[in-house]
């Protein structure tokens, strides 16, 4: 089983700073996603990566192969961005969302 | 596109009682997963359908939770009987091969 460690568990920032989120896993692996979880429970996925690094708007997200680890940066920090995230990778012969182990999760509170 | 959409949003029972979960994933999506949450262990996976066949349940607690997928349009999960341990929210996925989970909005249930 693929061991996945998040830090930190917890991280209250102010509105506008630059965030980063980290997940080290045991394992190398096909793909790694970050998880999105609301205040009010859904979960939403935010990114699936497999190498390099993607953005969608004032969210990065990274991944070193070699390391196995991965990183989450928000920039320019909201309120709105406070949620749990969780990163999760896949069972060792997997393909992309199989059998997925999930990290604990990084509660992030962002105060105006 | 509705999304995953799951039914109750939130179950209160009597422990003994029996207790199904419903999800209909999104259309198109052949990997439909049966997710756990709870605030001692995260997220776990339970069991997972490809084309409608269950794939892999070694994460099925015991006997008493069994799952199906009668059709690509419907599964369903079931707890006979039901006890307090249960209390959890219950979460379902799909998606394509090797492309992003897509979650329903979860099952709170609660067994007293």
């Known amino acids: 089983k693929n061991e996945v460690e998040q830090s930190p568990q917890n991280l209250t920032a102010q509105e506008g700073e630059f965030i980063t989120i980290n997940c080290s896993y045991s394992?190398?692996?096909?793909?790694l996603h970050w998880l999105q979880q609301h205040p009010g429970g859904g979960i939403v996925s935010l990114f699936m990566?497999?190498?390099g690094k993607k953005k969608h708007g004032r969210l990065i997200a990274t991944i070193n192969i070699q390391e196995k680890h991965s990183s989450l940066h928000i920039t320019a920090s909201h309120p709105r961005d406070s949620a749990v995230y969780i990163c999760a990778v896949p069972g060792v012969k997997a393909g992309g969302n199989e059998k997925l182990t999930f990290g604990t999760g990084t509660r992030l509170t962002i105060i105006p | 596109d509705a999304g995953v959409i799951q039914s109750p949003r939130h179950e209160v029972t009597e422990m003994g009682q029996e207790v199904t979960l419903r999800c209909k994933p999104i259309s198109g999506h052949d990997y439909l997963f049966w997710y756990r949450q709870t605030m001692m262990r995260g997220l776990e996976l339970l069991i997972y359908?490809?084309?409608?066949?269950?794939?892999?349940d070694s994460g099925m607690p015991e006997d008493r939770f069994s799952a199906k997928m009668p059709n690509a349009s419907f599964s369903t999960l079931k707890i006979q009987p039901s006890e307090p341990r249960d209390s959890a929210v219950y979460f379902c996925?799909?998606?394509?091969?090797?492309?992003?989970?897509?979650f329903g909005n979860g099952t709170r249930l609660t067994v007293t």
């Open positions: 990566l497999s190498s």
């Open positions: 394992v190398g692996i096909s793909a």
């Open positions: 996925a799909s998606s394509r091969l090797k492309s992003p989970l897509h």
């Open positions: 359908f490809n084309n409608n066949v269950p794939i892999d």
